[in-house]
Every structure is written in C-alpha cells, then in structure tokens.
C-alpha cells in the first residue's frame, strides 16, 4: 500500500495514503485543496509568507523611494554634504570616515555609508538583486535537477550510473569552494554572450551548486514511481519514454518539486551573501544585501549600523521563506498530523 | 566487508580525480587568466612572461599541465603562483586553526543538536518546543558571516569579552585558545545545531509510534528508559550521518565564512585567498583534502550505520 520510494522525509508518499484520508473528507476533495487548507489553518506560516511578500514588494518599489523620498539613487555620493538633522547641520560622512547613522528622515533613513550613499535605497535595490538572484538562482536548479532526476530514475542502467555520478562530484565538491571558485572565474569571463558582472552569473553559479540536492531525491522517487501500475498501463498504451515521463511521473513529483522551492530559495538567498562576501557573487557598485553586510563588516566598528540594516533584513526574508516553506511541506505530508498534532 | 571498502576506495579515487580535473579546468577557462602574468607582475617584460611559462610549464598543452601538477602535489612539492611558497607547508599551518574549529564546534553542535532535538520532540506542540522551533529557524536563517560580525562587535569591541580575532595554538596557551575560538564554535554550530534539532524532532516523533517502543512501553519500562535506549538510540542513525558529512567538509576547510570573519587563518581562510588571487594549486589542494574528507567520511558513516542497525547491510 505505501508508496514508499526511498526518499526519507521529502513529503513524497503521496497519492495512496491521502486517499486515505480523503475518504474522511466530502468526496471529491483533490490533494492539493486538502493540502491547502491544512495551509490555511497553519496562521504562522500565512504570517510569514506575508511577512516575504511585504519585502518582495517594498524591494520591487525600491526605484519610487529612490526617487520620491529619498531623491538619491543606490550608488550617489553624497560622501562631502551636509543634511540637516534635528535642526542643525551634520555631515553625512564626517572628517575622519564615519558615516551618518539613521536619522528616521527622508534622506538617510537609515544612514549613509562611508561612501555617502544612502543605505535605505541601497537595501531595497539590493533586496531587488539579492531576490532577482535567489529566484533565477531557484528556477535554474529546479529545473535542471528536475530534468536529471526524472531522466536518470527512468532510464535506470547506464545514464543512471553516469549522472548519478555527476551528482556525486558536484555533491562531493565543497559547496563555497565550488562556489567562488566558478563565481571569482565566470566574474572575470563572462558566460559567453553575458557579462561577468551581470547578476545572472552568481544566479547560474548558485543554481548549478544546488542542483544534486534537489536531483538525488527526486531520483530516488522516480525508481519507485516507474515501477508502478499506472506506469506500466501506459506503457502498455504505446506512449513513448518522453511522453511517460511528462505526463505520468512529472505530475507525482509535483509535491516534492513544491516542497524544494521555498528550501532552495532560502538556501540561495544565504548563499549569494556568502558568495558576496569573499568577493565572488554580486559585483560592486551593485548592491546585495551579501556585498552591504560585506562593506559593513569592513567598517567595524566605526559603523555598525552598515551590518545590522542588511543583516536583519537578510535575516527577516531567510526566516519568512524559511517557515512559510515548513508550513507548505507540513500541508503536502499526509503525515502532518503526526508531525504537528502531538 | 573488505569488499566494501575496496570498492568505496576506488570510487573515492575516481570521484577526486575528476573533482581535481574540474578544478583545474574552470581556472583554465579563465580569460585573462595567465598565471605567467602574476608570477612575473606588473613590470614584467614579454620576454621574462615567455622565460617563467617555460619554467613553469605553462607553453605545453594543458593535459601535461595538469599531470605535471598532479606530479607535484602528490609528492608535496607543489608551488603556488602568487608568493612561491610551498602548498603543503601552508597547509599544515593552518591545519591546527581548522581542526580546533571543527573538532570544538563539532561537538558543541552534536551536543546541542540532540539535546534540543529530543527536548522539542518530547514537548511536541508546547510552549517549549514552538519558542525552540522559532529559534532552530532563526539559526538556520542567519549567515554565519553577519552573526560573527554581530558577535565581533558587541562581545568583542563593546564587552570585551572576546578577541576581535586570530587564532593562538593551543601549545602556546589553552585559556587564549580558548578565548580565540569560542566565537567561531558558536557561530558555526548555530546553523547545524538548527537543521540537526528539527531532523532529529521529525525522527523521533515517527520513531514513537513503532511497535517496540509499545512493547518496550508495556514491558514497564520508564518514559526515560524507553526515551533513551529505544526511541532516540534509533533515532539518532540520521544525525550521526549527518554529522559525519559536515565534519568532514569543515575539517577540509568548508567552513570559509567563518574563518574569515575570524581571521582564523586557517585551510578555508587559505583557500578563499587563493581564490581570489586565482592561483590554482593551492585551490586545488584543498578542494580535494576537503572532497576526500567528504568520501571518507561518508564511507565511515555508512559502516558506522551497519553497526548501529543490523538490518542495513554494507553495498556499493
């Protein structure tokens, strides 16, 4: 009865136990409506995804408050101004290099850094690169570790052995060293037609890092999967390999696929700031919330409010991708209630 | 069991084989990248550049290149471009600042790990376990570079309970060893202290409803007996092969970001300098220490997995 397919805990068991359950619900409930709305009773995780979409938005808005608040775009020096704070004149980066703190004003909200530009605007533009990367990151390794993972399950033997393989050295390669190493490289080179400092080069050196821990298990579901009668049946219909995999297994993975996306998102997030920081992710003057905590670790501790901005904001967008996403997989696992009603 | 290992070894060779050939290619494809250029500097001449390709061997095509290297590290006398120091010495002095990182963290995170594990299984649903979960997602989320900093700052510069960084050998004095790497142990354990305590939750909540905790249960057994010698002795089998995993891949120099906060100075810290100045074999080296540390941790795991459940039986 168990669809047990050797992938420990990714929420996979899928159809047969929660036709189970269904059968406790009115008829013709689909899993996806009963997953949400086990989603819509878990108040903690709507909260946080709310929390995400705020960010998304107040990043995608960062142009209207360069423009209308702040009058400053991310990479202006202001570095020999004077603004005024409280009444009286402050430089906004004093004699000996320290920048102006938060002064809760239009200007310089959030304080400037040693360059004198404006921290508020850079850390919604860079909300906007760091997010722009995370999800192109996500897409990448979704995508293609989909594709290896279904092609690999399925066809068993030969293409199995060798891209499981390939996994296996991506997967053996130490995830930063791999990581800046193809980031410092491709920065400086280029990929083919795109630029070195374009975004989509970390996004594409992230996504490729990534790509074994999302292909093993799906691997693993899809040598279960293939075994199965409804495989079989459609095989006995004639369809071809291609046309089995699309439309008989890629649709059973769809929960696993689900359950990956806010994990790798997460994942990728943290690792573009890593990447930044030893100079191998998003190239300067853009800004990153990874390449501000960078400038801001190097000001300790003149400034620490350059750390604390983009650290926390980080942190706040890591978390609400984090828990929304344990609140999606606690949905999708017919087990949830194990997991979450004791 | 012999055969096991035969096989794992063959398989590790193979796997630091093209992990070493990869390497060496993704410098290679580097526009610009002439080490000739940073060997000699700036003020070198096209005849000295053509004099240090010959001597280093750059002139010949790359697959004797990259023998000719594999020759060198494998018999420890490899050079990197930029400083013409000896790799291997290198390494082997910063060897001692990794090893206390990973050795100190790593039990620190275990420790830890298990401990607010078990404790938010125990209390599943409660107050205790949900303000722990918020916690584990916080640690999870936080990037060790951005809490080292905070910590740096704050127990650092403002309480002076830390140093601002750097590593002192333990030989030389144990308390300032100490005092050097406390910082580095949290920051590191905090992120496998928050994936280790939610695998092991999820764990021992299925493990509960096996029938020989029941059994167990209805031999009259104590909550903590039953908690202890069943329920978290076969649940403990993930962590351990969790644990054996990012050990190694810290000992092989992984936790860079955390050494370099740090200023540590040690493998990782080494290998992302290196990075930067793009000079391959000291890159090379330790993506493949840190690869073999990875391989042969995993095959200790999975034999250490056999003695701890005699239903899994060694393959491949």
């Known amino acids: 009865m168990s669809v047990g397919t050797g992938t420990a805990g990714t929420g996979t068991e899928f159809s047969a136990e929660l036709f189970v359950q269904g059968a406790e619900l009115p008829p013709g409930i689909g899993p996806y409506r009963l997953a949400w709305r086990r989603l819509r009773r878990n108040k903690a995780a709507l909260a946080f995804g709310g929390v995400f979409l705020v960010i998304v938005v107040l990043c995608l808005l960062a142009p209207v408050y360069a423009s209308h608040i702040a009058h400053t775009g991310p990479n202006d020096n202001h570095i020999t101004e004077m603004i005024n704070v409280g009444g009286k004149p402050t430089s906004v980066v004093s004699l000996i290099g320290i920048p102006i703190g938060p002064t809760w004003h239009s200007k310089f909200f959030l304080g400037a850094d040693p360059n004198g530009r404006d921290i508020a605007v850079r850390l919604l533009y860079g909300g906007r690169n760091s997010l722009e990367v995370g999800f192109v990151a996500t897409l990448i390794t979704m995508v293609l570790a989909t594709i290896v993972g279904l092609v690999a399950g399925y066809s068993r033997g030969l293409i199995d052995g060798t891209l499981t393989r390939a996994l296996d050295v991506i997967w053996a390669y130490p995830v930063y060293i791999l990581g800046v190493a193809l980031g410092v490289s491709l920065a400086l080179g280029g990929i083919g037609p795109i630029h070195g400092n374009s975004l989509l080069v970390p996004a594409f050196v992230i996504g490729f890092v990534f790509i074994p821990y999302v292909a093993k298990p799906i691997r693993g579901q899809v040598l279960g999967l293939r075994e199965r009668e409804f495989v079989d049946a459609a095989r006995v219909q004639g369809l071809s390999h291609l046309r089995i995999m699309a439309t008989e297994i890629l649709p059973n993975l769809a929960s696993t696929i689900i359950v990956f996306i806010p994990l790798m998102l997460a994942n990728a997030i943290l690792l573009e700031a890593g990447l930044s920081y030893l100079g191998a992710g998003v190239q300067p003057p853009n800004p990153s919330w990874g390449t501000m905590i960078s400038d801001g670790v190097n000001n300790i501790p003149a400034a620490i409010h350059l750390v604390l901005v983009p650290g926390i904001m980080l942190v706040v967008a890591v978390l609400s991708i984090n828990v929304f996403g344990a609140g999606v997989r606690d949905a999708l696992d017919p087990r949830a209630r194990v997991r979450i009603g004791r | ?316």
């Open chain 2, 1 to 316: 069991m012999g055969r096991f290992i035969v096989r794992r070894l063959i398989g590790a060779i193979g796997v630091l084989f093209v992990i070493s050939v990869l390497t060496f290619l993704i410098f290679q494809a580097i526009p610009n990248g002439d080490p000739a250029q940073r060997i000699g500097g700036r003020t070198a001449n096209a005849q000295e550049l053509a004099q240090i390709r010959h001597e280093w061997g750059f002139d010949k095509p790359i697959y004797v290149q990259y023998y000719k290297t594999m020759e060198k590290i494998l018999t420890g006398t490899v050079v990197s471009y930029s400083q013409d120091i000896n790799v291997m010495s290198e390494i082997r002095r910063g060897l001692p600042a990794t090893l206390s990182l990973a050795i100190g963290a790593g039990i620190i995170w275990f420790t830890l790990g298990v401990f607010f594990g078990t404790v938010t299984a125990v209390k599943a649903g409660k107050f205790t376990d949900r303000s722990l979960t918020v916690l584990a997602f916080l640690g999870v989320s936080s990037p060790p570079f951005f809490l080292g900093a905070l910590l740096i700052y704050y127990a650092g510069y403002k309480a002076n309970i830390i140093p601002l960084g750097g590593f002192v050998p333990f030989t030389n004095s144990p308390w300032e060893w100490f005092r050097h790497l406390i910082g580095p142990w949290l920051v590191l354990s905090v992120l496998f202290i928050g994936i280790y305590s939610r695998v092991l939750r999820s764990t021992i909540l299925d493990t509960m409803h096996e029938d020989y905790i029941r059994t167990a249960r209805a031999k009259g057994l104590t909550e903590r007996q039953v908690l202890i010698r069943h329920t978290l002795r076969n649940s403990l089998i993930p962590i351990v092969s969790l644990w054996g995993l990012d050990f190694a891949a810290v000992i092989g120099g992984g936790a860079i970001l955390t050494e370099s906060v740090f200023n540590l100075q040690g493998v990782g810290q080494f290998a992302a300098d290196s990075i930067q100045r793009l000079d391959v074999p000291p890159v090379l080296v330790i993506t493949m220490l840190t690869a073999f540390f990875v391989v042969l941790f995993g095959a200790i795991v999975d034999i250490v997995y056999a003695l701890l459940d005699p239903r899994i039986r060694l393959t491949g």
